[in-house]
């Protein structure tokens, strides 16, 4: 129990970290004394001293806000292009990679998995994978990778709640074996496009000289890092990072040759405005940054493309959420909490805070996308899907017996409807603005709702305490092989979940329901398709039924612009190539950079 808690404590940090990353302006990096880049078309001279010439280097913003720390998997919070949750295998690769349009796990290191049994899942390895230091990549890498997680509370320890044993199967093959008590194949098929894969001729080293102390291991910047990935660290400084193609890349044969960019580069902005402003210029190619208002930019002229041609521009890849603490009075009954629901104007947060980047909302635990609504029975819960009604809200309302006093607030069983806090961190801009649409919204149904913006760990503490009324938060946002069971099981799962007081790492509003408890914890192990459809259907039937939580927007995994005054040729909607909106760096992603090509 105690070791679930740490995993649990690490898993909200690594929200925490990639939720800064997301929302648009709430980091505030520390100043750099010089961000300017090259102009288009030119080149730098003397690639010695880190400048590289602008028509062989990709340039990429809005990943990294800071001075590079430490370009280890095993650090607390690496440096780009290191990112655990990101899937992204630039240097560091893992076994498959995910493609977010079909959710499938593509072969990269590994080249096929196949369920043995109800518990033992075999891969087999490329043969031909290798480290950039010439080393061949083998089994004993693939277990040694696994096995650091359950020997230090990292990253992808959690793995092992399901995990019994990662054993070598020969030289280039591996099965990895569940617990019995817990055969989640949902969170095993994560784990292959989620951990980085490791040298263990480098990092048995690394540990023998720090002892196997985790937090002196933690604090190796590992400025040269061994990895399987086509590219390597060239230079870094506190203004930029960029990293040199690597021309020995084991992997030319899967992609069919070389990336494009010799170089690819990351300079290291002082906050958004500079970023956009370069990338707007074309100093920057690819941008994982929030742009408010982003066709601007190409009616003013410049080679600016979002994937998608028209709104919402960027394909849904989260949906941050309001969960309530269903133990406090009003709050506690599903009907007060649908009448909020359907008083929100989503089509509002979307313009004011997102800039039209969300799509229609369709409430459900799924995505509005292929990979996801293909789970449940669309026609099945549309009956249960609430709509932006204010007139019907009101109707609820009355028809429980929930009158409005003298001030014009509700009153339902002598329990007045508010005033309630709605939370999200301070200067979370377009969490913020939301929350005041929401509160704003509310007073056309009689509850009285008022925003409050805490600093951001604050924020945290009251969620995982519960000391809340309303919570903003995103549930389980990345795109990965157990969505939407992993989103399910942040917003409902109450089985370990701490109660009110004590810290929790998922279902923080505390939403109890029995049937819902056995849907979740039964669906990682089907493998009937027919049958799992039928169960997320249910699933979700609970969910509109009971509202635990209530979805504001679509986001992005990540904001996928591209500025094609340098490089052009990057993958957009409906081309054939299936290649997705991942940056050009992320899973399956990356093969953006091997069609690419300079003007």
Known sequence: MRFTRVLGLIFGLIMIFALLGACSNEVKPPATTDTTTEKPGTEEEDTSKGSTPRNETLYVNGLQWGPPSTFSPLGGNPSFPIAYAN??????????????????????????????????????????????????????????????????????????EAI????????????????????????VLDSLQLVPMMPKHVWEEIEKTHNSDIAAIREEVNPEPVGTGPYKMHTFDNQKITLIRDDNYW????????????????VIYKDNAAGSLAFSKGEVDVSQQFIPQVWKMWEDGAPIKTYLEDKPYYLPGSMPSIFFNTTKEGLDNPDVRR???MAIDYDKISELAMSGYSGEMKPSITLDTPS??????????????????????????DSIGAKKGADGIRVLDGVKLGPWEIEAPYGWSDWNASLE???????????EIRTNFPEAPVWTNNRQTGKFDIIMDTPAGAVSPSQPWNRARTIMYSEGVAPIGEMAF????????????????????????????????????????????????????????????????FATDGDGSNIPPQISIDGAGIKDLYQIKNK
């Open 251 to 266: 992997g030319q044969q899967l992609f069919g040759g070389l990336p494009a960019p010799k170089y690819i580069s990351h």
């Open 164 to 187: 019994e044993s990662v054993e070598a199967d020969g030289e280039n093959a591996v099965n990895i074996n569940l617990k019995q008590d817990n055969p989640n194949r949902l969170t």
């Open 372 to 397: 996801e609504s293909k789970y449940v029975d669309q026609d099945a819960i549309k009956s249960l899907q609430w709509t932006t009604d204010v007139d019907a809200a009101n109707e609820l309302l």
């Open 87 to 160: 899937s992204r295998s630039l240097v560091y690769e893992n076994l498959f990679m995910i493609n977010m349009l079909d959710g499938a796990l593509e072969p990269l290191l590994g080249t096929s998995y196949e369920w043995k049994n109800d518990t033992t899942l075999h891969i087999e390895l490329n043969p031909d994978a290798k480290w950039n230091d010439g080393e061949a990549f083998t089994s004993e890498d693939v277990v040694y990778s696994y096995e650091l997680g359950n020997k230090y509370p990292i990253s992808w320890s959690n793995f092992w």
């Open 437 to 447: 649409i929401v509160a704003q919204n509310a007073k056309a149904i009689g509850i």
């Open 339 to 341: 009448a909020i629901a």
């Open 506 to 569: 998922w279902n923080w509003g505390r939403y109890k329901n029995e049937r819902a408890d056995e849907l979740i914890k039964e669906i990682p192990t089907v493998t009937d398709e027919a049958k799992l459809k039928e169960m997320y259907t249910e699933l979700t039937k609970i969910y509109l039924e009971d509202v635990p939580t209530i979805p504001l927007m679509y986001r992005p995994w990540v904001f996928h612009t591209v500025n094609e005054s340098v490089w052009e040729g």
